[in-house]
């Protein structure tokens, strides 16, 4: 190894390629996230416009997070098999395909189609394969890698969120898909063509790697191999419950981050105010997602995911019973803390239970839980609005998800040791 690669391998904080390849997951996540996470400011353009019922619309927002849940596991197969690279291209002409059909809906079931089921196989083959893709690159620092990355799941709502509303109102419903779909889809392809699956693409070692370190996987696995590892990991409690955990904590701010406008609108609050809510809830659970891996790693997995879960739940209970803007806003910015650190745990036990090896197939599944409690979040809100003509129940519900999810997590095995040591010499 010569020098520069020697320093740029060191432990300490340095320039390596892994920091670019953050970068543009970075960016990858706050796209595929934008459309879908800003759907709470359609709901009432579609309503007015085509006087469907918010169940109704809301289920387009279900279907595709149920979409995206199902087809998780195979998104993160995929990038183990062929690369994140590979999907990146794949995922973001199935952006630009649902966005533009998006842009020309008449009837319900267009919106189920395009919304639905294009855009949630575009998320899932987008955003899946690409956070094991950024953990393969890493030996040391993981945590601020994730954080970064993390943080775009709270940058990306708070800015499409004020985007697609002032396009919506500017140039029109069919302007703004056209728009956005095409703009992002040329920018992904961009950001692909730069892309790295492994170091090894670019003749280097993890970053924070030295001569001494064994990294189990210096190669790309076969097919055989990662269906071999996968069978090992189903056989450990905690490859369940993370899943079980995601789900919970997914139903509690899915019914939050859909019906946070609508709920505000109902409080006579605008609809400039509360869209600025939403971006405050999405803009502050950034600094949270970029925080949380590193306390992580730093102060205990579990005691940081559990804070957040309690943080994600009891301050709902101001969004229950008050109106007054001052409360709201509270709420917003409790939440916020809480909902950031929500699953910024997750990658970090991965590496802790499962070493350094494809994380494709149990991140995949893991999301098969978040998409499911997305879903039905999402859903439940709209259907229950319907039914009682206010959010209340929804709002009960969203609370003992995120509680149940705190419990499931005083249950995870503790993360000090690997469930599955040596595992290639099984």
Known sequence: MNLINKINNSIGFSWHYAWLIVAIITIVQMIASSIRMSFGVLIDPL??????????ISMAYAISCLVTALTSPLA????????????MYAGATLFFLGAILTAYVSEIWHLYFSFGL????????????LVPAAMIWFKRNLGLAMGIILSSWGIGPALSVLIVSLLINEIGWVGTFWSTGTLCTVLIFILAKIFQNRPEDKGLSPYGSTDEDKIEFSFQPSKEKVNEYS????NTSSYWNMSAIHFLGCVGHAVILVYIIPICLIKDITLAESAFIFSVVS???SITRFFTPIFCEKFGIRSVMFFSYILQSLPVFILLFSSNLIFIYVFAIIFAIGYGGEAGGFAILNRRYYGFAPM????????????????????IGGAIFDLYDNYNFALLISILASLGGAVCILLL????????????KN
């Open 283 to 285: 803009g502050l659970s």
């Open 118 to 129: 294009i855009l949630g196989l575009a998320q899932s083959i987008l955003l899946v394969p």
């Open 76 to 87: 993160g197969y995929l990038g183990d098999i062929y690369g994140a690279r590979k999907c």
């Open 360 to 379: 494709g197939i149990p991140h995949g599944f893991q999301m098969l839980g978040a998409g499911i409690g997305m879903a039905l979040g999402g859903w």
């Open 47 to 56: 309503e007015v416009k085509y006087n469907w019922e918010q169940g109704h």
């Open 413 to 424: 095995n503790r993360p000090n040791k690997l469930l599955i040591p040596e595992w290639v």
């Open 231 to 234: 069978n090992y990991i189903k």
